[in-house]
């Protein structure tokens, strides 16, 4: 075995969030037990699928037009499009589990049949969504790591930009809401430098059919003014 890789031949890739927190509520386990199998895109993790073949998505999803979010927190967003655009398919990833635990209730509660759940890094999921398979993404809140030493952990970067771009589709939109100024300073210089270009919206202006999030949530009642940032694969 190579220093730092995994026995499954995963590469190594640092993950600095959360993936535990609270302890889950027994309704939480038997719904993580449940209903999550059933919602997988497909063998995404490298103990599963060690060569990395692309999901066949026409077959899992039906030939529907293929949405992305990315770090989905509790779900609140993911559910909202889900139940608003019946004739999509949305997957989500996101690493921490109670937010996994958090989603699978709403799923219950809405009845929606369209949401797929990646429960762990998005990279993973990049790794096997075929190119141009994408026709929309979201990165609602991404985690700000504000120390300027810690900004190359940000998703804005190359090494997330790059994988999002080539499985996005020419046109496909993506979007970015942040209440941190350095992130959007950030964002703006590198989302571009990955190939996308900005769309014209007013950055201060909820896109139409924005649910808001729990972190939106808490930067407003923290007094922290939100943005909204609208890129366009060319
Ligand atoms: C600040 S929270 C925002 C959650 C949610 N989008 C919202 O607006 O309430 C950022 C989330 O991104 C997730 N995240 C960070 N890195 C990720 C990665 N590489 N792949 C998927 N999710 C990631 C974190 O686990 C965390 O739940």
Known sequence: MKKGSHPSGAPWRNFYGRIHGKTLRPTQKEHLEHDLDALSPGPVD???????????LDSRFGG????LEVGFGGGE?????????????IIGAEPFINGVAML???????????????????????DVLPDASVEKAFLNYPDPWPKARHHRRRFVTQEHLEPL??????GA??????DIPDYVRQTLEEVPQAGFVR???????????WPSTRYEQKALREGRRPHYLTFRRP
């Open 64 to 67: 529907k037009p293929l949405w």
């Open 199 to 209: 769309v014209d919206h007013p950055d201060d202006a909820a896109w139409a059919d």
């Open 165 to 170: 771009f080539r499985v996005l589709k020419p």
């Open 173 to 178: 939109e993506f979007r970015v809401a942040t």
């Open 46 to 56: 490298w103990d599963v699928n060690p060569d990395r073949e692309k999901l066949d």
């Open 77 to 89: 967003h993911l559910v909202h499009m889900a139940k608003s655009y019946p004739d999509i398919a």
């Open 104 to 126: 699978l209730g709403k799923i219950r509660d809405a009845e929606v049949d369209n949401i797929a759940v990646h429960p762990g890094d998005v990279r993973d999921l990049f």
